[in-house]
């Protein structure tokens, strides 16, 4: 690797780049194509960063920053309008073509075997060899998405919606027009575009579009510049903050305590802000409640009847090779998963796999049996 | 003081005791008497423990554990019988006589001011005449209680129950019996005693008890071994826990974040030991989600309104001295409270206090403000 040419592309000094690589840039040599990971963010540059060993840069996606209030965050925010997109329930990943190959990367900036297998099935092949240096950023949503399994999308297995596109070697994505233009020319599914409001009264038709997709059982939205000059923002529907509430309260000892609290917290901004009648109001208390107590007894009972506590996912791969690939990269991103036989299936494997959710069958097994707190 | 005697008292090498004094040991040496402080538990010492310039040593009251599963926990952990008393919602106080002067410490080893001026008021003079070496366990409770005001015992200003009695250089508690005893004696008001019960059924009368209390808006219950063979646990009813979720989330960014997990999952357990209907889980539910949203909502509206996000309680004492010291002593224990001027009562004063929910105020005023989260 030319060090100096990559810290120029990263703007920051070559012996700052040489430091970080001994001690804050992780090595991933696995799978193919070898690269170096930003596991945070240092110095500025994005956390899931990802060097290539050809010297090619993919920057990590900026994390998306959410309001609360969401009339006041708008008219704070935007220039002049908003441009509303629907913001979905998978995981996000960038696909890239390094040397010739598709390669998906995760968040974080490892390359995901699985997701590498979907995007490559999925997308157009002549896409990376009319424009090479593009990178697209698509989420993954979907019943057969290991990560985040959904059923509210018009997939029985997994789909990938264009969500931005960058470029590799160049900072920052090209927003609303160029992700269309992008999608219209090859085809892609894109996320569903709502439209482009004015700033003064852009939250009165996005909580219309809110509560509609809520009903759905869909995530909610993303607010964008359409010309991309300041970044984006999110916010969600109660159902889907409940939701989140339900999937932490049923393995309430494994998630991270400020899962709940953030949850609890949007779902009375958005009470407030949407000057919700008592009635309105105790029903949103209802869900909330339900949302917490429901998961957490049955995962007690489920426990109680000395069931483990675990989740079920299926993938499907058109390659052994991926599934084991896929198993290696759970490990090693700290999930304990158990893989069945893989079944023959049209053409490939359908795979089911068991996802133990350790600390929470632990501590309940312990509470069940008379321990203390 | 005579580093060697203390040292022995507590059980510990002197050199230890010498290197902890250095480091880990605070002092305070106000208000009087003076003294050396365990912040936390160091050496299998309590936290809370403390040392007297003159050598006299009070140790901590040890931390009661909380079994989720009530049945197998008391099958567990009790030998043959249980003998349950109330858990009173105040604070904690350790009183003793030092040098002729009544002093109550507070959990964390503090002469809180206020606190012994009502120690000092409630107790019969010639308690620590008689018995010189007594330590009284209480909870201070009551309306007037400015740590934790609560209306839902028999006075309306602030009262005191004995739960236990120790001995000043003495290691561990009485328990039931002699506090009993003591309290008889000297006329002292004690936490309600409900019965003694065979430890195989003992769960099914603490769950009526445990429902009973919960309809009058009390706590819940400590249980005992009799013998004192054992160590304490505690047990809270469902209105107890969703108080604590109210007061959580109406200071929603200022309350420790394992405050909000703790509760939720206590009433998990709770659910399914009690084994409660669709119905009884259901208005479960509901009441936890009303304890998160509505004093959540509450709160963002009173700052939306311009308001200042605080508790107000009031405080009764005889000396002006008392209520400087106690200032003193809120801020020290880093609580932000701005006091009224005194109004001359009955053979006092009465005096206001505003305390400051400071990281919540402030947070939730940038939020209001379109800042996100």
């Known amino acids: 690797m030319n060090l100096q040419r990559i810290a120029d592309k990263l703007g920051i000094a070559v012996d700052r780049l040489q430091s970080l690589q001994d001690t804050k840039i992780s090595e991933s040599s696995w799978p193919e194509p070898q690269l170096l ?22 920057w990590g996606y900026p994390s998306i920053r959410r309001p609360l209030m969401l009339e006041a965050a708008i008219k704070r925010h935007f220039i002049d309008s908003v441009a509303v997109e629907e913001k979905m329930n998978g995981h996000n990943v960038r696909i890239t073509s390094i040397d010739g190959d598709v390669v998906a990367l995760t968040r974080g900036g490892f390359v995901c075997p699985y997701s590498t297998e979907v995007a490559t099935r999925l997308l157009p092949e002549d896409i990376f060899e009319e424009k090479p240096n593009l990178v697209l950023c698509a989420e993954m949503v979907g019943p057969e998405n290991p990560y985040v399994s959904q ?35 090859f085809g892609l599914k894109k996320t569903a575009f709502f439209g482009e409001f004015p700033r003064e009264t852009a939250h009165k038709r996005i909580k219309e579009i809110v509560i509609k997709l809520g009903r759905q ?21 109660s159902e889907s ?133």
Chains 1, 2 share one sequence.
């Open 37 to 58: 990971r930003f596991d945070k963010e240092i110095s500025g540059i994005e956390a899931g960063t990802v060097i290539f060993r050809n010297g090619e840069i993919v």
């Open 151 to 185: 059923d509210v999308y018009p997939t029985d297995s997994i789909d990938l919606y264009l969500f931005d596109v960058a470029q590799k070697n160049q900072r920052g994505t090209h927003g609303v027009h160029k992700t269309h233009e992008i999608a219209e020319d």
């Open 217 to 237: 059982g869909r995530e909610g939205v993303v607010l964008k510049d359409p010309e991309n000059r300041v970044a984006p923002l999110k916010y969600t529907s």
């Open 241 to 373: 903050n409940c939701n989140d509430l339900a999937i932490a309260f049923s393995h309430y000892n494994d998630y991270a305590l400020d899962f709940f609290l953030s949850r609890a917290v949007r779902e009375g901004f958005q009470s407030v802000e949407w000057q919700e009648s008592v009635e309105e109001r105790r029903e949103r208390a209802r869900r909330i409640g339900e949302s917490i107590l429901l998961p957490l007894t049955e995962t007690i009972k489920n426990k109680q009847q000395g069931e483990i506590i675990m989740q079920r996912i299926k993938i499907r791969v058109k390659s052994l090779a991926t599934a084991r690939g896929f198993e290696y990269h759970l490990r090693r991103c700290g999930i304990r998963a158990i893989f069945d036989q893989p079944l023959p299936d049209d053409d490939g494997y359908t795979i089911g796999i068991t996802k133990i959710i350790m600390s929470t069958n632990d501590k309940t097994e312990a509470l069940l049996n008379g321990e203390m707190w």
